[in-house]
């Protein structure tokens, strides 16, 4: 992995008393500047107080470059358009992972391990029976990816001593194994019998039929449902340093191995304003159809600031979300292959015409984003909303690993540890509890 390069310019900080100091500027590949802060504690005793860390970077990486103001996406140097239009989830998948695009020989044998990997430990099975029915499939997912580690501890050495040929089996092995243990906890959560995986059937298509199908009768979808499904996983691969892969990159800076590490990840995800997103679109649709609406009340109280429309906008985007023009397009193929009528989708449609044509949501950038479409397509082909942040999690498997891999395969890595301006009592006298009385 390379780092940001220092610039002969430097910036320089004034502190209370007149102190100065000189701070390195870094520049990164697509011209990102960086004041580097990193020796200012040393230096001068104050540190940097940035709230969400929204303007601070944690890391130098390869894998992942976004342009919010311009609406630019690319995995490695490769435009999300591009990939989308041209590749498969698992091809991306490598190329987030390894940094290049394979060959066809380098996606056989990816793809072989892959299919291979599918089954579970049959011990692991016995772990389902311990949780209710009333169990989120995400808590679940997050419980069964860690466990792996018992399961294959020769995976999970120290990150210092990372063993290469392990790691190839590891991440193959998550990105197969993610899927199956997903559909086993929305199996479990129905009371249903698990499914096997099959060897003859793609990425996508497997997963569907681990999650629908019945003895003696398989779940076919259309082919217009997996290639959906599969590009809804191929937008999710990667997106930079968000709440779920950084929370992955800080466990993994402990030493932690690459389960416990994308088990970490899924609980970050798990969060509603995180991978519950798209699950919020389903609810506000609801909410607007069961009062009656077919979406313009809603769409005049957000622009009397009385109500939020979840999938509009974006925390990183300020132009077009280019995942979310890619997911429009299909969110329109497959609703049409399947010939659904369903009053959520009709309001779905109202509220993206309005988002794209009324001066109030263009100006404030309130564009559709990709959450609002892969909710629409998820809730069309089936999936329960309880699932949709689970798809999540299987999509964003393959950032995760490529993000745990830099910090195991940096020599120079050090522990995360942020800083934190405290603001609670000062030193205070201890009062025994016999003096503090009642």
């Known amino acids: 992995m390379s780092t940001a390069n220092p610039i002969d310019t430097k910036a320089k900080l004034t502190l209370p008393g007149g102190q100065t100091v000189e701070l390195p500027v870094l520049v990164g590949s697509e011209n990102e500047h960086a004041v580097d802060v990193r020796a200012l504690r040393d230096q001068t005793s104050y540190i940097t107080y940035d709230d969400g860390y929204a303007n601070t970077g944690s ?6 470059f976004i342009d919010g103001e311009k609406g630019i996406l690319r995995h490695r140097g490769y435009r999300i358009e591009d990939l989308a239009e041209e590749s498969i989830f698992l091809e991306t998948s490598y190329l987030v992972i390894y940094g290049e695009l394979p060959t066809s020989r380098q996606l056989s044998k990816f793809r072989g391990r892959i299919a291979s990997s599918a089954s579970v430990h049959e011990g692991m099975r016995h772990f389902f029976e311990g949780f209710p029915h009333t169990s989120h499939p995400m808590a679940i997912l997050s419980a069964m990816l860690n466990s792996l580690g018992c399961y294959y501890p020769e995976m999970t ?4 001593s990372l063993d290469i040929g392990h790691f190839d089996w590891a991440a193959a092995m998550l990105i197969s194994k993610v899927r199956t ?3 086993m906890s929305y199996r479990t959560k129905l009371g249903l019998p698990f499914v096997y995986p099959r060897w003859d059937l793609r990425y996508a298509a497997n997963f569907l ?3 629908f199908s019945e003895p003696y009768r398989d779940y076919n979808p259309k082919p217009e449902v997996t290639e959906a499904l599969d590009l809804i996983l191929l937008l999710h691969a990667d997106h ?8 992955v990159r800080m466990v993994a800076s402990s030493g932690a191995n690459l389960f416990a590490s994308v088990s970490a990840g899924v609980s970050a995800l ?7 997103a798209n699950a919020a679109v389903i609810e506000m649709l609801e909410e607007i159809s069961a009062s009656g609406d077919d979406g313009r009340k809603a769409v005049e109280s957000a622009k009397k600031g009385e109500r939020r429309l979840m999938g509009f906008g974006h925390r990183v985007y300020k132009n077009y979300d280019p995942r979310a ?3 429009g397009v299909a969110a329109k193929r497959v609703l049409t292959s399947l010939g659904i009528q369903d009053p959520l989708l009709d309001i779905a449609r109202h509220l993206e015409e309005v988002a794209l044509s009324d001066d109030y949501f263009i100006s404030r950038k309130l564009y559709p984003n990709v959450d609002f479409y892969s909710g629409i397509i998820l809730r069309a082909i089936g999936i329960p909303v309880d699932m949709f942040p689970v798809m999540f999690a299987i999509g964003r498997m393959p950032g995760w690993i490529a993000n745990w891999r830099e910090i195991a395969t940096n020599p120079k890595m050090k522990i995360h540890r942020p800083r934190q301006i405290y603001t609670g009592a000062t030193e205070r006298d ?9």
């Open 270 to 276: 798990w969060g509603p304003l995180h991978g519950g």
């Open 157 to 160: 050495s120290h990150k210092r």
């Open 181 to 183: 243990l997903a559909a």
């Open 325 to 327: 023009r890619i997911l």
């Open 430 to 438: 201890y009062v025994s509890i016999e003096k503090r009385g009642e």
């Open 240 to 247: 930079e340093q968000n709440c779920s892969t950084s929370t």
């Open 209 to 211: 039929h681990m999650m």
């Open 59 to 64: 890391c130098s990486s390869d894998i992942t």
